[in-house]
């Protein structure tokens, strides 16, 4: 926070700034110039008085209000995933969340699943992020399992068989899901 100051006649003037109704800073400032206050503020509101005044007692005051909001929790998910159908088992990652004004708490907000052809299937979960103070953030995470592999046919050998003998002994083909060992 800054204020621009200056005196008509060039004198030493005195900046005095008070937060919350009591003394922070004074600075000396000769004739002209910008004077900041850097301070760190409580969370909630604080009122910033500012007076200028010269040797001869001519003084102005001023104030503004500062609000000061806690932060939201951050909360990380990991990437989204894809899994090729029947290879492993798909699992959703552990969040993390962070916040700088205390400790927070991590829940499963919910669980959507999709179901697709066959066993694909969509799934999201979304993790809700809580900090003391009841501030909020949320960050969701989506697992999709598809089938892309083609089935796999086995037939049995090529066979002959003579025209006056029985008929032939035909194999019936077995049909494979590539992906099931």
């Known amino acids: 926070m800054s204020v621009n100051v200056a005196d008509a006649d060039g004198d030493m003037l005195t900046v005095t700034w008070t937060v919350n109704g009591a003394l922070f800073q004074t600075n ?63 699992s959703f990652d552990t969040p993390s969340a962070s916040n700088t004004c205390g400790t ?32 909020t953030n949320f960050c969701s995470q989506t697992i999709a399992t598809v089938d892309t592999l083609k089935p796999i046919i086995t037939c049995g050998v090529n066979k002959t068989n003579q025209c006056s003998t029985n008929s032939p002994d035909l194999t019936h083909p077995k049909p494979v899901e590539a992906a099931v060992p």
């Open 104 to 135: 927070v708490s991590i829940f499963v907000l919910s669980t959507v699943t999709n179901l697709g052809c066959g066993n694909t299937f969509v799934a999201t979960r979304t993790w809700l992020a809580t900090d003391e103070l009841g501030d």
């Open 28 to 90: 000396l400032v000769a004739g002209s110039g910008t004077v900041s206050l850097t301070a760190f503020f409580p969370l909630g509101t604080n009122r910033i008085s500012i007076s200028v005044s010269d040797p001869s007692d001519c003084a102005i005051n001023c104030s503004t209000t500062v609000l000061v909001l806690p932060p939201t929790p951050a909360i990380y998910c990991g990437a989204n995933k894809t899994n090729e159908c029947s290879l492993g088992s798909p």
